[in-house]
């Protein structure tokens, strides 16, 4: 069994073309888990290791996160390589809920960008203590001083350096480490020969001052250090000890630099990684104690105790379906009989593999703390599996719902059975893409986190299932909600023929900010009878499907029935709930409602002589500037725009600003849609319903 | 309370303007305390003040983050809606907070030069047209009279008022005749109203001091909340 001293289950996150996945690549390659190195998008053609699906490989990013381990001076490393774009967002999220420590990657130049600020947000959600990693230091333009003060004023972390590059750029040579205070080199061709030397002596000043910014930083974290620097030198084990401390208390956040592609720096990275991020025992873990009322276990890490295991990942590739576990307590073995919470059922466990990107390795046995891959196991992302003996759940993952959809054809019969398989697998494996058949229309319609996320499932479709489809309009998901409160009062009669139809339902609807939807019954004196609470509570339900404004779903609704009538003979569980899908009509119709439209939280990062025309365009369409920041040449313009009005945006940019621009953007919040253009959807539905 | 309301009875008015409601005689103000009194919370009360007035304003924010400025607004306006009973306070939010634009600046990167530039840039693109220009962070210490001189004509060009912070320090004891701390002691001649927040001895409020005022400007004492961070006429 493994010491779980020396296990670290790490993520490696940043922006887009950051050079993370270059990064992996050279972990693995000194690891000795490869034997060569490709270039994510090398002449050779073969691509990085990380990114093993072809379209990864052809746009030069990385889409679905691939795992895999490596061992380093004793320490097993597992990694997870997660992608950088905002569209995939939920990959990021999965990978940071089951790691226990992370490396941010930052260009030398680039900095901290939007997305940086979005993946900083989500380590700080689920807790995750942090490395920052300053890549590209061989750029023209790179400058780490600045961005640790970007670490510092745009994310608010506590970096403090305990690297200082030995020149920049073409002339980077290797790195000074502050902690020993020993310059350190990377020779020979793919720079695996390490050279430690005394400091260069213009340098010396620099880290002699960098060096008390280090220790002082430190030294917050341990009476020891504190005391040792009072008294003379103190010692290297006692630095390193009070920096652990501070990044395990996410109080700290040490930063190296390097270059992976020049391979400098990266060896440096991994000593951090295990001498700085937190082994498994190091983190708290919550499970929730389904018969106790959800009551919350910690886990204990031990082997020895009853098993839990969340499964976070799913893929089903070349070699059947896989699922991605990470063990917190207990041990799973190849034969065991594991239960999923969710389900109930039990699953034998037939393969237990620790997977290296797209290959893997058969284990037998996988200990507490561990990242592995099981075969064969049905299940969906997020469920838990234990042994049977405790009905645990690893507290749900936050998932956002998607926001945009379109609809797509298959262009024949053999589409259409391949398309089939390809949602199938698709859903499964991704939580924030959906899928279904519009009932009034025919239509399938997919929907996501972002125009990007959808393109990427349809060429997917196309190249790993030959399922070619006509894709429709991308379509907002928009939202009708209420902004008063209303009175409904609807008897339901129906008497042709046969048994009658009675009920009537009184009440009143209000706006409700907490949540979707909530029932109240105030019900006294059994206007309504009990049995047929749960009826009306069914049809207002129903109800919420469909907005009577453009049709779609219905949100933040409270309602509350206080009165009512029934008939001994005529009442039944469809007559309460046609009559509470009359009230809804009714209530809704007087509530004054709205159409909510999802609004996007969009950055431009623009040269600063663009700066006027972007804003100008993102004014136009109906978006509100927050503000500008400004950075050397650049400008970051940050604006809350409609979705519906981002469409074909990015062909717009490239032009306005002769493709100098980059532009990010995630889901913000639901706002209301002024009223001109309420009026145009309301229009626009009503049309669609006449033909 | 309706948004006119609102604006009507804001007591931070009789510092942006003269009795009969006119801006026109202020030019540029100042806003002193010691570091953590209260300064930012004051400039963004007297930008809501023009936002509730649907004019428009540029939160110039030096050596602060975007986010972090934001979240300033945010956090006042909610607190005023709820003090105020503020009807429609959605919609009010959107609607003011269209006319917000927040500018940051590195420290090292500020100049006269630049605002200019982008100021100038946004009114020609018709981005906005603000009526009143706060300027939080600005380095007064590495100022000198001639920054602050030119900074004080760009504001006249462009025809609005400019609110600056400045930080005042204990041990420094250097004032100007008119009892202006340091480091804005050498520049107040260029400001039509000074403010120096000063803890009142026994009281938990803090008195907006007023240094100097601009004529017509009503001499009525206001102080701040340190609870709530809100500037009333009586704490």
């Known amino acids: 069994m493994k010491d779980l001293n020396k296990v670290r289950n790490i993520g490696i996150s940043a922006h887009i073309d950051s050079g993370k996945t270059t990064l992996t690549e050279r972990i693995l390659f000194y690891t000795q888990r490869i034997h060569a190195i490709h270039e994510v998008r090398g002449k050779d053609g073969v691509g990085a290791k990380m990114d093993s699906m072809e379209l990864e490989k052809e746009r030069g990013i990385t889409i679905a996160s691939a795992a895999t381990y490596c061992d380093w001076k004793g320490h097993a490393i597992n990694i997870i390589d997660t992608p950088g774009h905002v569209d995939f967002t939920i990959e990021v999220e999965r990978a940071l809920r089951v790691l226990d420590g992370a490396v941010l990657i930052l260009c030398s130049v680039g900095g901290v960008q939007s997305q940086s600020i979005t993946v900083n947000r989500q380590m700080t959600r689920y807790r995750v203590p942090r490395l920052a990693f300053i890549n590209k230091c061989d750029r023209t333009g790179a400058n780490p001083e600045k961005i640790i003060g970007q670490l510092r004023d745009k994310l608010s972390l506590n970096a403090v350096a305990i690297q200082v590059p030995i020149g920049l750029e073409a002339e980077m040579e290797g790195v000074v480490d502050l902690v020993k205070m020993k310059a350190v080199y990377f020779e020979g061709p793919n720079g695996d020969t390490i050279r430690e030397a005394d400091i260069p002596a213009n340098l010396k000043d620099e880290c002699d001052a960098k060096r008390e910014e280090l220790l002082d930083a430190a030294s917050m974290f341990s009476d020891d250090l504190m005391e040792a620097i009072l008294e003379g030198e103190p010692t290297e084990e006692m630095i390193m000890d009070a920096i652990r401390k501070g990044t395990l208390a996410l109080e700290l956040t040490p930063v190296l630099v390097g270059t992976a592609y020049k391979n400098k720096g990266v060896q440096s990275l991994l000593d951090a990684v295990n001498n700085y991020l937190p082994c498994p025992t190091d983190v708290e873990n919550v499970a929730l104690d389904l018969d106790k009322n959800e009551e919350e276990h910690k886990v204990t890490n031990n082997g020895s105790d009853p098993l839990i295991a969340l499964a976070f990942k799913l893929e089903d590739g070349r070699y059947g379906q896989l699922t991605y576990v990470r063990t917190y307590q207990g041990t799973i073995k190849k034969g065991d009989a594991i239960v999923n919470t969710r389900t109930g059922k039990k699953v034998k466990v037939g393969r237990l593999v620790r997977m290296h990107s797209d290959e893997m390795e058969d284990i037998e046995e996988t200990g507490s703390g561990d990242i592995v891959a099981l075969f064969g196991v049905d299940c969906a992302s997020g469920d838990t599996f234990t042994d049977g003996k405790n009905n645990f759940s690893m507290s749900s993952m936050h998932i956002p719902e998607p926001v945009i959809s379109l609809s797509i054809t298959p262009v024949d019969n053999k589409a259409q059975v391949n398309m089939s398989k390809a949602l199938n697998r698709f859903t499964k494996e991704d939580p924030t893409f959906k899928t279904f058949v519009d009932a009034e229309t025919n239509e399938t319609i997919i929907s996501g986190m972002g125009e990007l996320h959808l393109e990427v499932y349809i060429e997917r479709m196309k190249r790993e299932y030959a399922a070619e489809v006509e894709v429709g309009a991308p379509q907002v998901a928009y939202r009708e909600t209420i902004t008063q409160r209303a009175e409904f009062n609807y008897s339901h009669k129906k008497q042709t023929g046969g048994s009658g139809q009675f009920g009537r339902v009184a009440g009143y609807m209000e706006p409700f900010e907490d949540g979707d939807y909530e029932f109240v019954d105030s019900i006294v004196g059994g206007s309504i009878p009990r049995e047929f609470i749960s009826s009306c509570d069914k049809g207002f339900q129903k109800s919420l499907a469909k907005g009577s404004q453009i049709g779609s779903p219905v949100t933040g609704v409270r309602c509350v029935i206080n009165d009512g009538a029934a008939h001994a003979v005529d009442s039944s569980d469809v007559a309460f709930q046609l009559a509470a899908v009359g009230a809804f009509k009714e209530g809704f119709a007087k509530a004054k409602p709205v159409i909510l439209e999802p609004i996007m939280k969009v950055a431009v990062e623009v040269p600063t002589e663009f700066q006027g025309a972007v804003m100008g365009s993102l004014n136009q369409r109906r978006g509100m500037i927050v503000g500008t920041s400004e950075e050397d040449n650049y400008t970051v313009v940050e604006a809350e725009v409609p979705l519906s009005e981002m469409f074909g945006y990015s062909t717009d940019l490239r032009s306005q600003t002769q493709g100098k621009a980059e532009f990010t953007m995630e889901f913000a919040t639901y706002r209301q849609v002024p009223k001109s253009v309420a009026e145009e959807l309301v229009a626009k539905a009503q049309k669609k319903d006449k033909k | ?235």
């Open chain 2, 1 to 235: 309370m309706l948004k006119i309301e609102l604006s009507e009875k804001n007591p931070i008015r009789l510092l942006k303007s003269d009795a009969q409601g006119k801006t026109d005689a202020l030019r540029m103000g100042l806003v002193m305390a010691r570091a953590g009194l209260g300064k930012t919370a004051i400039l963004v009360q007297i930008a809501l003040d023009s936002l509730l007035n649907d004019k428009q304003v540029i939160h110039v924010s030096i050596g602060q983050s975007l986010d972090k400025t934001k979240l300033w607004y945010d956090d006042m306006f909610k607190d005023i809606a709820k003090a105020c009973n503020l009807e429609n306070v959605n919609e009010t939010y959107m609607e003011i907070m269209r006319n917000r634009m927040i500018m940051t600046f590195n420290e090292s990167d500020f100049s006269r030069a630049r605002l200019e530039e982008r100021l100038t840039d946004l009114i020609q693109q018709n981005v906005i047209k603000p009526s009143c220009i706060v300027v939080d962070g600005f380095d007064f210490a590495g100022a000198d009279h001639q920054m602050l001189a030119d900074l004080r004509e760009m504001m006249e060009s462009l025809g609005v008022q400019g609110w600056f912070s400045a930080t005042c320090h204990r041990d420094d004891e250097r004032v100007s005749k008119a009892g202006v701390p340091a480091p804005c002691h050498e520049v107040d001649d260029l400001f039509d109203i000074i403010v120096l927040l000063k803890p009142i001895s026994g009281k938990e409020c803090l008195s907006l001091n007023l240094l100097k005022a601009a004529s017509g400007v009503s001499g009525k004492q206001l102080q701040l909340d340190p609870g709530s961070l809100m500037v009333r006429e009586n704490c």
